[in-house]
Nanobody, 124 residues
Framework: QVQLVEGGGGLVQAGDSLRLSCAYSGPTFSTYAMGWFRQAPGKERDFVAAISRLGSRTYYAESVKGRFTISRDNAKNTLALQMNSLKPEDTAEYYC?????????????????WGQGTQVTVSF
């Protein structure tokens, strides 16, 4: 059974950086492409970034391109999201998700497993 546990969220000021982590347990981690999504109160869950099974391909939402970097360590069963130059509009609950395949979609409903989320709050 797949389990995902996020960490690293917190309260920061605009312009600061945060590094989110996602610890994976279950069958071989490299079976899954991985994604990060976020959801602000009253809004839909939005795609942030994704990475292929072996980490050779990455994908980003336009709103975070150039500021966020997704990475994975298949030896350590971990996924990360480095977030730089944070803005107040980045405030949301951040979720990692696993997709059984090698071309991660940007639609949340296609992912197979989800973590419980970690809160990121960016103040002015």
């Amino acid at each position: 059974q797949v389990q995902l546990v996020e960490g690293g969220g917190g309260l920061v000021q605009a312009g600061d950086s945060l590094r989110l982590s996602c610890a994976y347990s279950g069958p071989t981690f490299s079976t899954y492409a991985m994604g990060w999504f976020r959801q602000a109160p009253g809004k839909e869950r939005d795609f942030v970034a994704a990475i292929s099974r072996l980490g050779s391909r990455t994908y980003y939402a336009e709103s975070v391109k150039g500021r966020f970097t997704i990475s994975r360590d298949n030896a350590k069963n971990t996924l990360a999201l480095q977030m730089n130059s944070l803005k107040p509009e980045d405030t949301a609950e951040y979720y990692c998700a696993a997709y059984r395949g090698d071309f991660p979609p940007d639609s949340s409903y296609r992912y197979h497993y989800w973590g419980q989320g970690t809160q990121v709050t960016v103040s002015f």
